[in-house]
């Protein structure tokens, strides 16, 4: 007999994908222990996971699964043979409506004039706090994507309206907005997209004066500090409506201490994502379950309830860190929409993660 971990381990298959098909009816375990709960499976068991683990892979859907692991050892291949070949003829299908449809938008988008893609003639010059502009990019600058297949998502967004600004940064998983007031700026609205070497170089210099200036000319960007400067190009590529991606509705708000609650996550329960949702690698999850209004609790494995949610480990430490506060608020809305990593002294400078789901 092999526990389920063995199984999960050998397979490539994960302990919660296990309990998933075990509850489906797909792959049931040869014995179950009554007192504990615990799954073990036969030694024949352990090629049917990994079959699965390919149908799985394959997108294909449980009840076909089902049947072919039914038929798999022999007993009807004619009938497996059948199902493999249909299921692959509905991807060719659905592959060739996606590139339809994709090609429908992608000249739409060509056809379709945004305000966002014009490139400032004018110069843009606003004077803005060294320490204010150094900390709205340490809250900001994790969230940085690094796609070469996205490159606006390679950079901070500086969006200059009224008199203040937003940097933005997000590579999809991950959202972080921070707003800092400026002066000397009454023009129309300006949005550029700072590479990340770039923001990297405009943090160096922040620590040098009170006040520096930022210069905002055609895709240039110049921050003076004194006699130092750092310059360059900005991206040539629009960034996302992010005003739309941080209209979450509010939900349950929980103040954490954010030093025992760092620590209690390094320390406390995790879980393997195996990285099955498009576009996602492997990570470490912590489930969270907010119990109070100063409690967030670390769920074991098998302790789920709906209301749980499963966020990448690294990026939530990364979020409390950018933070910057001993006290954080954590809002969590619906299991599967984004938590907000919020200052309590600051609605203006917030982060949102997105969640994992545990099943597929």
Not at 12 to 26: E, W
Request: proline share 6%; net charge negative; charged share 25%.
């Amino acid at each position: 007999m092999r526990s389920i971990g063995e199984v999960a381990r050998d397979s490539g298959l994960g302990v919660s994908a296990l309990r998933f098909y075990d509850r489906a009816g797909v792959l049931v375990p040869a014995w179950v222990d009554p007192a504990s709960g615990y799954r073990w499976y036969g030694d024949g068991q352990l090629e049917e996971a990994r079959l699965l683990t390919r149908l799985r892979g394959a997108g294909m859907p449980v009840a076909d699964i089902r049947l072919v692991l039914a038929g798999w050892s022999g007993a009807d291949p004619d009938l497996v043979r059948r199902l493999l070949t249909a299921h692959l003829r509905r991807l060719e299908a659905g592959l060739s409506r996606a590139r339809a449809e994709f090609s429908t938008l992608l000249a739409l988008l060509d056809t379709r004039e945004n305000p966002m893609t014009s490139v400032p003639t004018a110069a843009v010059r606003l004077s803005v706090s060294a320490t204010g502009l150094a900390a709205a990019l340490d809250a900001v600058r994790f969230a940085a994507g690094t796609d070469p297949e996205l490159p606006m998502l390679r950079g901070v967004l500086f969006d200059v309206e009224g008199d203040g600004l937003r940097l933005v940064a997000t590579d999809r998983y991950r959202l972080a907005v921070a707003r800092i007031a400026v002066t000397g700026h009454s023009g129309a609205r300006t949005q550029v997209i700072v590479p990340s070497p770039l923001a990297d170089a405009v943090r160096a210099l922040t620590g040098s004066k009170e006040t520096v200036r930022l210069t905002v000319e055609g895709d240039g960007l110049t921050l003076e500090a004194g006699d130092r400067q750092a310059a360059g190009r900005c991206l040539g590529h629009e960034f996302p409506d992010y005003r739309r991606l941080v209209q979450v509705p509010s939900g349950r708000r929980v103040l954490v201490e954010v030093p025992a609650f760092r620590e209690a996550l390094r320390s406390g329960p995790v879980r393997a994502s195996e990285g099955t949702e498009p576009g996602t690698e492997p990570c470490v999850l912590s489930v969270l379950r907010a119990v109070d209004e100063d409690t967030v609790a670390l769920c074991e494995e098998g302790d789920d309830e709906p209301d749980d949610v499963a966020l990448n480990r690294a990026f939530l430490l990364d979020a409390l860190s950018a933070g910057a506060r001993d006290r954080l608020i954590l809002e969590f809305g619906a299991p599967t929409a984004p938590v907000a990593v919020r200052r309590p002294d600051e609605e203006d400078a917030f982060s949102l993660l997105m969640p994992v789901r545990l099943d597929t």
